[in-house]
């Protein structure tokens, strides 16, 4: 059971039906701003350290990773994001916030410790792989001699809080003294920071009264500017951040697979999604047409879920997922259609500039990311790609080795018979296409993510395509009918 509550309005949810409860008896102290340790110092847990600190917590954040810690300790933010490189060195001057490896020194240190460890997918299955959450938790949970509150912030698998509680009960010293919550995290990356302090709501699984108290103290700045308090028993908690990842994937794909419709029909897809955005029951958010999302979430969230479900014998019930996950891919293999086409049908030896290599904007995050996929199945036909991408360059580098990378967007695109812009940086939309036309060999365009003002480009004196929409433009006829009312005909 759980219930949306204002903040001091809200109720712990009746588990006992519910089967593994951790301790019955947390009658702990409740400290007004309870010390924090953060496991797991990627982009969920460093920005969770940061944000906390400069909320006025003392936050001790770790990692087993030293070189990880050692560059976060320097003031250095090992990944890209906006915003957060400022905001970790204003939190590192104040003195509230240190790094460590030390399991010893954060259960030393810490009355609430957030696990934000990753769950990437397991190799050769679409399992999440949980080996890091529960070494986390029972490191932790071996050590801890004060009362504690251990809470689950990673995405993992229905079902995964009940069984942590059975190993953390195994490896404590004194079950008694630690409690166990689930409190999903919905942060969007490039968006980090602001989704850490301003989210749009908070859930906290729980199922004592103390750890509702204890995340309520954790969060009260947060929760102080009326930001919605979802209470929770532990696998609403957990199953809150799949339900909502697969919403998210699924809305995507629908406005993919309309696309295939529109590519069979000669419709536009552009056009559809606006008109179905004015309903506001449907809204144009994560509505947005093109090559589909990628990411270390969506995609494996999709898929654990899928499994998970399976396992739980109600397989079916999220049997759509899998057609979401074909639709995304589907999309990719059509870019490269659409460039082939360009190509005219052959793509060997063919000059191609691929923009972009993130799996979105504002990220240098590689993870799935549709554009390297792309770039990858063009080299595999042979094509002569040459990637750039603002920020994800190191890492694509690293993971995509086989790839030829330019250092400027200007020397990505000297040359090219096809240019197929796969991650819609502001650099690549601010492009004029002038400027562009003069340095292509060829002015042929593929817009893998409907980025681009297709008339400018088509203005400009190139073959513009993307997809879900008819190779040629459409002259639109006003035509007014008996009623003075206005029609809009496409010719
Ligand atoms: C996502 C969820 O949004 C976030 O709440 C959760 O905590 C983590 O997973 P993130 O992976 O950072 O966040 O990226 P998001 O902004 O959701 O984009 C995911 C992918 O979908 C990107 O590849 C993006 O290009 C694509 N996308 C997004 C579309 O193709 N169309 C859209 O309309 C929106």
Redesign the pocket.
Known sequence: MSLVANPGRSRVPDSSSKGEVMSSSTTHAVPEKPRLTVIGTGYLGATHAVAMASLGYEVLGLDVDQAKVDRLASGDVPFFEPGLPELLREVMDSGRLRFTTSFDEAAEFGDVHFICVGTPQAHGSHAANLTYVESAFTELAARITRPALLVGKSTVPVGTAARLIGLVRAAAQDPELIDLAWNP??????YAVQ?TLRPDRLVFGVTTAWAEKMLRAAFAPILEVGTPLVIADLPTAELV?VA??SF?AT??SY?NAMAEVCEATGADVNVLASALAYDDRIGG??????????????PK?IRAFAHRAEELGVGQAVAFLHEVDSINNRRRRRTVDLVRELADGDLKGVRVAALGAA??PN?DDIRDA?ALDVADMLRAEGADVIVYDPQAMDNARRDYPQLTYAPTFAECVKGAQVVVLLTEWQKFRDADPEMMGELVERKAMVDG?HALDADAYRAAGWEYRALGRPAQPRTVQLVEDAKDQVMVAAT
């Open positions: 995290e919905f942060l969007r990356e490039g989704d951040k909502a990842n998210l809305k995507i406005i958010r994560f509505l947005k047409p093109g090559l589909g999302f990628g990411g270390g979430c969506l969230d799996f979105k990220s549709p993510r």
